[in-house]
């Protein structure tokens, strides 16, 4: 069992739209979590990080983790074409920094 | 935000040569830096980690003799592909845990390895 799991997509939305994206992980120890976003054939950027539970929302973003239902969320208000990559979460598994990461959901947002 | 490089950003090299690869915290000093592997269309697969002034941990299926990792300062680690073959071929991205901040990590823009 993957320790990060995550739904490749893709995702397509309109403009505009709301995007939802979700992970689930299996080691209920984990408490930091990431969302970074990839654009094609670049590193990764971090988008948010959160502690334990609760929401956290900057800008257009929102993220959320479940920790009872190991359950992570990153949404994206008023999507915009620029806003189209990849979205991978990810989860700090040691006091080293080791992060674990999902597969990644690519999202398309349409003009 | 934080800053890192990586240096080259592409590199072609023909089927037994050897690669290095930079990766460099700008403006800031990185305890560890870790190494990525990422196929296409496929997520980040961690290969090692890096702490200045030490032996690098590799994870488990990568070759340490492969992968040379030196990490001779708190702003720079490179990794060598040595007798790099075209299974060798992927995306390599670094990335540097900001000392001052603790649990952020920064990633380099990547470098694109292609082996003939």
């Known amino acids: 069992q993957k320790e990060v799991e995550q739904d490749p997509g893709p995702l397509s939305v309109p403009e505009g739209a709301i995007v939802s994206l979700n992970c689930t992980y299996s080691n209920s120890a984990f408490q930091y979590f990431m969302w970074y976003r990839q654009y094609s054939r670049k590193g990764p950027e971090l988008l948010m990080y959160?502690?334990?539970?609760g929401n956290k929302e900057d800008g257009r973003f929102t993220a959320q983790v479940d920790k009872s239902s190991k359950y992570i969320s990153l949404f994206i208000r008023d999507s915009q074409p620029s806003d189209s990559a990849t979205y991978l979460c990810?989860?700090?598994?040691?006091?080293?920094?080791?992060?674990?990461f999902g597969a990644g959901t690519q999202v398309v947002v349409t003009p | 935000g934080a800053v890192v490089s990586q240096h080259p950003s592409r590199v072609i090299c023909k089927s037994g040569t050897s690669v290095k690869i930079e990766c460099r915290s700008l403006?800031?000093?990185?305890?560890?830096m870790f190494w990525y592997r990422q196929f296409p269309k496929k997520s980040l697969m961690l290969m090692a980690t890096s702490n200045e002034g030490s032996k690098a941990t590799y994870e488990q299926g990568v070759e340490k003799d492969k992968f040379l990792i030196n990490h001779a300062s708190l702003t720079l680690s490179t990794l060598t592909v040595t007798s790099a073959h075209p299974e060798d071929s992927s995306f390599y991205i670094c990335?540097?845990?900001?000392?001052?901040?603790?649990?952020?990590?920064?990633f380099g823009p990547g470098t694109r390895l292609t082996v003939l």
């Open positions: 990810a989860t700090l598994t040691d006091s080293w920094g080791k992060l674990q």
């Open positions: 959160t502690y334990s539970s």
């Open positions: 990335s540097a845990r900001d000392r001052a901040s603790g649990t952020e990590q920064f």
């Open positions: 403006d800031f000093q990185a305890t560890t």
